[in-house]
Nanobody
Framework: QVQLVESGGGLVQAGGSLRLSCAAS????????MGWFRQAPGKEREFVAA????????YYADSVKGRFTINRDNANNTVYLQMNSLKPEDTAAYYC???????????????????WGQGTQVTVSS
């Protein structure tokens, strides 16, 4: 069982930066592949970024590639999403997700994840 708590959201002007954190409970966090998703009002939840439990591989949606960076600190049971050059279209609730994995792999589909956080709101003003 893993519980996830996101933090770090807020209001920022276009071009600014935010760093989201996702703190996980449980002793086996290091064996979970992690992902970030987001959901804007009236839209479906979409994939943003993923990282394997080893931290050796990352993957990004085209819309955030080059601007967002996902990384993790297994010693502190935390995964991060550094968001730079934010745009108004990045406005959404951001969710982290965890997938139990016997071998490290990138997961981009919601159905591949076992646990979800409650989300943190990011609002980018123009």
């Amino acid at each position: 069982q893993v519980q996830l708590v996101e933090s770090g959201g807020g209001l920022v002007q276009a071009g600014g930066s935010l760093r989201l954190s996702c703190a996980a409970s449980g002793r086996t966090f290091s064996r979970y592949d992690m992902g970030w998703f987001r959901q804007a009002p009236g839209k479906e939840r979409e994939f943003v970024a993923a990282i394997t439990w080893t931290g050796g591989r990352t993957y990004y949606a085209d819309s955030v590639k080059g601007r967002f960076t996902i990384n993790r600190d297994n010693a502190n049971n935390t995964v991060y999403l550094q968001m730079n050059s934010l745009k108004p279209e990045d406005t959404a609730a951001y969710y982290c997700a965890a997938a139990a994995s016997s071998f490290a792999s990138i997961k981009v589909r919601m159905g591949n994840y076992d646990y979800w956080g409650q989300g943190t709101q990011v609002t980018v003003s123009s």
